[in-house]
């Protein structure tokens, strides 16, 4: 610790701190641009320029150390003048276009300006125009505006992980841009945003259509990935104009994904669903509230009166409130139903009741950042988790290791220490070889089960970097949920932790993959999960919030199966033509931007909302739709009020975090051989094609990360199939539906395995997620 | 333009033959690299060649003047990686010492850096040459094939147990990397920019490493120094400006060139060896220390003996040694519009004083050169470079600055002549007349 005085206040700080971190704790506010707390010191907009004592000039608070009895004057006449200079000449070359700039009102400039600037111009000489740059679908550019504090490009380099924006040419001619011919393509793109201090780079999506001051904000939460994002969502005449992110360390700091901060454009949709729709003699009709409900609780009363209780099944969005979740099960189970289930893409149930607890992962966020060594198993983690993937970019930049098992190798713009890349099939296999290893190093028993394995060297190149470190951690990704031997790499993780002492978990896949299990949305003794229920008909279903054909691991057979059920009753803010084709009522239900509710994230934090616009049209609140209903149906215990009380009685209270939350599984055969005949299929989920919202956010669909997806294939399976990349191709699944692809070379990928998306239109009639396909030339 | 004239000749020994004399058995006919041979074989500890240099009181040459040998010893021992690097990017307009340097004596600058990767204990070393003299590059990369063809350097150099080696490295042509740490950028490929300071090179240089970097006449003295001993160098010159220097003599004189007198010779003195002031004319001014340094009027000037003590206290700077000399045909607006045009384009464009001051500087002394200038552009002017000065990260804001502040400050009232009759108090006939480029009266 150092002892300094600032304007005369002196106080205590840690050594290596910088003059403008230690004014900050004083709460003295030191003018600034090009600093920014996340980024690298740059110290070249010099508006932080302070008195030093014995310093023969002023000098940048932000590149500052502070040394014992230093006395900084922050407001003296040598600083002022030397702030008040730097305003001045920031604003020679700055458009002052003000009434028409969108960053006008909450400006860092026109803010300093008003503090440090002159009230006129003493430059007279013709003002600099810089040509603006093509960033892509999301970022808009008015580069004359550019006061090059290069926050932007630091971001994409540090935080981002891959420098996309950079400056070219000297002094006044000096240029921030992309690489030529290139956009910024990163998934953090808007945080550029937020970070440019002036309205050089604003808001494609929202710019020119509101004034800031004109909006309203509203504290929110991300009802996207399991992170659960702090959100500031911003509206006019209740309309959602904007999302920003709200600083929370804890979770997403200071930043957002663009699906985050982009999706909001799908409320908006032309395919919202606004009125309560029910199908007659095959037609379509607008009908009252009273009607629908009327329908749909004498459809669901009729099918269970006919067929027995257990002929209705209930497939629920795990991007669906708490609440939502919560009524949804009750409603079900009320009717005599155990068929319930949020694990809409998964495939291997075989962990259910022999669970511990509510599986989530394992630590705090904050804590992922605190690991020494981290292996990712089964994840597309910068596409899939963006903000995680970003918390181990810095962790890796200051020493963690991290390793990689998975089928494809994506570039995480992450230092690796290890990987392993390996077809699906393989993956429990490696594993285990995995936990082989960490047991022999650490001298511990190792499992029966695995005792058996050959330890390759990849294998062995993990274990020795998971068993360098003091703190490990292993984070099962979406595409480990998925995997059909989900329970097994679950099993092995566990054992993997514990010969480590360390921590394993999931990777939320959805805002609410914990509180789906909270909300007990999960089937019941005797009940059939999400994949059962699909394979085994029901006569009646009630989905809530998701489109079954996108959202569940196979999505052609949900189709075909909710195509052949008698009556499939929908509660989505959305309407779709295959929803039109299989459903016989469509409840018009409140997006998160219109319903009180409740997301428990990835660590089991539970982060209520408020609605931040009024529901549009006829559309209510999915938890007051299925209240009614209940009502109408006659169950018990429907009587709340309001959102509180549905949370109440789920959570028992109001804790900040979930109860039950526990990794550990019982009983669990390892099921680690498994040969596949055929071609694996790798299905990652495009992080724009994930859930019903994102998928009709139009700015999001043009990015390249919404490209179509294509039959990504190794060298060597181009080569033995024939195929050049670019060529088209007809895939198969072994039935009889076959998609036309774009073959797509992706050297990181396995032999013997094709990556083809799912979650997509163009995907659909492939069907499961994991299965064999076959690759011919069209 | 090679050495017209020299009194003491020692760094410029080998450029009698011109093109004829660089090479490896040249230099070792002249009793090259037998300082490093001696050091070697004799296993001089580190800090005797640091004691040595420093005694010397070479200053370096480059502009800033800074005790080479402090520089040095400010290496922290330890390190297990360090470098050495050499700067010839010489960008200071009115500067071509380094140049010929190079061109007609290569090695010693090579035989500089090594004993200075000794002194140091850098393994390897790079020579940063500016990209407008490609020709004295390919040189350079010659010189440096000789060199470990001779065991000069490489493994274990002359059976010692030091190794070192040495690559030369050439830039674009931005002034801006003749900036020790924009240089080290350069180097390290990317975008030539400045870093903050401290850290300084020698804790944080090249690839984050422990650097010393020097000018490329302070490399090339450093064997002479050890030849001599750094006592009988440093009374070449002067107490605290020990040795010779090279001044690159520019602008109206007979004889242009580059002159290697000792620190302290009068500059009336280096004036009449470079043949005089051409034609005969007067001497108005002069640019003691290359483009950025403040311009002193003639009889200042004329007061001043060549070394950094006595042009600072004359209130310029020694620089980098180019005398920029000019006389009564010159227009010292338009002197400084084209000084201003210069630090306009080679701003790098980090810091915002900089980067939008000196455009502001160019486009006031353009207006009044064209005859729009307005009575409040001097103060203006004055204010603009006031608040670049002692702003930025590094010194182009001052090197712009200077100029514009001296050249107001010692000729005034032309500028003011300029501003009220919207034309030169030198006659453009005048002008043409002293250019160099008009025979006077061929108009």
């Known amino acids: 610790m150092v002892e300094i005085e600032i304007d005369g206040r002196s106080l205590q700080v840690d050594d290596g701190s910088t003059v403008i971190e230690a004014a900050h704790k004083l709460g003295t506010y030191i003018p600034h641009f090009c600093y920014h ?373 994506d570039d995480l713009l992450i230092k690796l220490a290890a990987r392993a890349i390996a077809a699906p099939s393989q993956l429990p296999a490696i594993l285990a070889q995995v936990v082989k290893a960490v047991c022999a190093i650490k001298g511990v028993a190792a499992d029966t089960a695995v005792a058996g394995v050959t330890v390759s060297a990849e294998a062995q190149a993990i274990a020795q970097s998971l068993a360098s470190g003091s703190n490990a951690g292993i984070l099962l990704g979406n595409f480990t949920q998925q995997h059909p031997q989900a329970a097994t790499l679950q099993a092995l993780a566990g054992q993997l932790a514990v010969a480590l002492g360390g921590k394993f978990g999931f990777l939320g896949e959805a805002a609410n993959s914990v509180g789906g299990y909270v909300a007990k949305a999960v089937p019941g003794a005797g009940g059939l999960n999400a994949a059962a229920m699909l394979k085994e008909p029901r006569q009646a279903y009630v989905v809530l919030g998701a489109e079954p054909e996108l959202d569940c691991a196979d999505g052609a057979l949900a189709l075909a199966t909710l195509t052949k059920a008698a009556a499939v009753v929908v509660l989505s803010p959305f309407k779709s033509q295959a929803m039109l084709d299989y459903a016989a009522v469509l409840l018009p239900v409140s997006p998160f931007s219109e319903t009180s509710g409740t997301f428990v994230n990835t660590e089991g934090r539970a982060q209520s909302f408020y609605a931040a616009a009024k529901p549009l049209g006829e559309t209510r609140p999915a938890w007051k739709v299925l209240r009614v209903l209940g009502n109408l149906l006659g169950v018990a215990g429907f009587e709340f009020d309001s959102s509180e009380d549905v949370r109440a009685e789920v959570l028992g209270g109001t804790p900040d975090f979930a109860s039950g939350l526990d990794n550990g599984i019982d009983g669990v055969a390892l099921n680690l051989g498994a040969s596949v005949n055929g071609f694996e299929r790798v299905a990652d989920v495009p992080l724009h094609f994930a859930d019903p919202l994102a998928r009709r956010a139009p700015a999001l669909q043009q990015t390249r990360d919404a490209a179509a997806p294509a039959a990504h294939m190794n060298a060597v399976m181009l080569a033995k199939l024939g195929l050049a990349s670019g060529d088209r191709t007809r895939v198969g699944a072994g039935g009889t539906a076959t998609v036309a692809l774009t073959a797509q070379l992706d050297a990181g990928l396995p032999d013997r395995v094709v990556r083809v998306a799912a979650a997509h239109v163009d995907t659909v009639a492939l069907g499961a997620m994991c299965s064999v396909l076959t690759v011919e030339k069209a | ?106 090695h010693s600058t090579i035989e500089g850096m090594i004993i200075a990767a000794y002194a140091v204990g850098a393994k390897r070393g790079y020579n940063y040459i500016h990209g407008e003299i490609f020709d004295i590059y390919q040189r350079f990369e010659e010189a440096l094939d000789q060199a470990r063809a001779a065991g000069y350097l490489g493994e274990r150099i002359l059976g010692s147990d030091f190794s070192f080696d040495l690559f030369a490295h050439h830039g674009w042509g931005a002034y801006i990397c003749g900036e020790e740490t924009g240089l080290l950028e350069s180097i390290e490929g990317k975008k030539g920019q400045p870093r903050y300071k401290p850290p300084f090179p020698a804790n944080f240089g090249l690839y984050g490493k422990p650097t010393t970097i020097n000018n490329t006449e302070t490399f090339a003295a450093i064997p002479f120094i050890m030849g001599m001993g750094g006592e009988a160098y440093l009374n070449l010159g002067k107490p605290n400006n020990g040795g010779t220097k090279l001044f690159s003599v520019s602008g109206h004189v007979n004889r242009p060139g580059n002159y290697e007198v000792p620190m302290g010779t ?173 025979k006077a009266g061929a108009a």
């Open chain 1, 37 to 409: 707390k996340k980024l690298s010191i740059a110290a070249n907009c010099r508006m932080c320029l302070v008195q030093v004592e014995k310093a023969p000039k002023p000098m940048p608070a932000c590149a500052t150390l502070v040394t014992n009895g230093m006395k900084v004057f922050t407001h003296s006449e040598q600083a002022v003048k030397a702030q008040k200079a730097v305003m001045e000449f920031l604003l020679i070359n700055h458009p002052l276009d003000c009434p028409i700039c969108d960053q006008g009102g909450e400006c860092q400039l026109q803010d300093l300006a008003v503090g440090y600037g002159e009230s006129d111009s003493k430059y007279e000489e013709e003002k600099r125009v810089v040509p603006d740059k093509d960033l892509g679908p999301l970022v808009s550019t008015d580069m004359t505006r550019c006061i090059n504090c290069t926050r932007c490009i630091r971001f994409t380099a540090e935080i981002a992980g891959f420098m996309e924006l950079g400056q070219s040419f000297r002094g006044e001619h000096a240029e921030v841009m992309p690489f030529i011919g290139k956009t910024v393509d990163t998934e953090l793109s808007g945080n550029i945003i937020d970070l440019c201090p002036v309205g050089a780079l604003t808001s494609k999506p929202f710019r020119f259509s509101a004034r800031t001051w004109e909006l309203s904000r509203r504290k929110s939460v991300s009802p996207h990935d399991g992170l659960g994002s702090n959100l500031i969502v911003q509206t006019k005449h209740d309309r959602v104009m904007r999302v920003l992110p709200l600083e929370n360390e804890d979770i997403n700091e200071c930043w957002l994904t663009d699906k985050e901060r982009f999706s909001y454009q799908g409320l908006n949709s032309a395919e919202r669903l606004t009125r309560p729709m029910v199908k007659q003699g095959g037609a379509w009709q607008e009908v009252d509230w009273n009607v629908a409900l009327d329908y749909a609780s004498h459809a669901l009363r009729d099918v269970a009166k006919t067929h027995g209780s257990e002929a209705i099944g209930g497939l629920l969005s795990p991007h669906a409130t708490l609440e939502e979740m919560y009524l949804a099960q009750k409603l079900l189970r009320g009717l005599g139903s155990e068929n319930i289930d949020f694990r809409l893409r998964q495939s291997d149930f075989s962990a259910d009741g022999r669970r511990k607890g509510t599986p989530w992962l394992g630590m705090k966020i904050a804590d992922i950042s605190r690991l020494d060594r981290v292996l990712v198993v089964g994840s597309f983690l910068r596409k899939d988790h963006p903000l995680i993937a970003q918390r181990l970019r810095q962790s890796a930049k200051r020493g963690a290791e991290i390793s990689v098992l998975h089928s494809a190798d």
């Open chain 2, 266 to 438: 009068p500059f009336a003195k280096l004036l009449e060896m470079a043949g005089g002031m051409r034609g005969g004319r007067k001497l108005k001014a002069v640019i003691p220390g290359g483009s950025s340094a403040p311009v002193l009027p003639a009889e200042v000037m004329m007061d001043c003996t060549m070394d950094y003590d006595s042009i600072a206290k004359a209130g310029s700077m020694l620089g980098s040694g180019a005398v920029i000399v000019m006389d009564e045909t010159v227009c010292m607006v338009k002197a400084l519009e084209r000084l201003s045009y210069f630090y306009f384009e080679e701003s790098c464009g980090q810091c915002t004083p900089c980067r939008e001051g000196s455009g502001w500087l160019y486009r006031v002394v353009h207006r009044i050169e064209h005859g729009e200038g307005r009575p409040e552009d001097l103060d203006l002017l004055n204010r603009v470079t006031d608040n670049m000065m002692g702003k930025t990260i590094c010194a182009l804001a001052d090197a712009a600055a200077f100029p514009v502040r001296s050249f107001i400050k010692h000729f005034k009232s032309e500028f003011e002549y300029h501003i009220e009759h919207k034309k030169c108090l030198v006659s453009p006939e005048v002008q043409r007349a002293g250019s160099g480029f008009f």
């Open chain 2, 1 to 106: 333009m090679a050495l017209i004239d020299t009194i003491n000749p020692l760094l410029t020994t080998g450029w009698s033959k011109g093109d004829a004399g660089w090479s490896l058995k040249d230099y070792e006919a002249r009793g090259g690299y037998a300082q490093l041979k001696r050091i070697l074989s004799s296993k001089m500890s580190q800090d005797e060649v640091i004691a040595e240099v420093k005694k010397s009181a070479l200053r370096g040459r480059g502009g800033a003047g800074f005790p080479a040998g402090l520089k040095w010893s400010f290496m922290p021992k330890a390190a297990p990686e360090k470098y050495v690097v050499c700067n010839t990017d010489e960008g200071e307009p009115g500067t071509f010492k380094d140049r010929d340097l190079l061109r007609y004596d290569p």
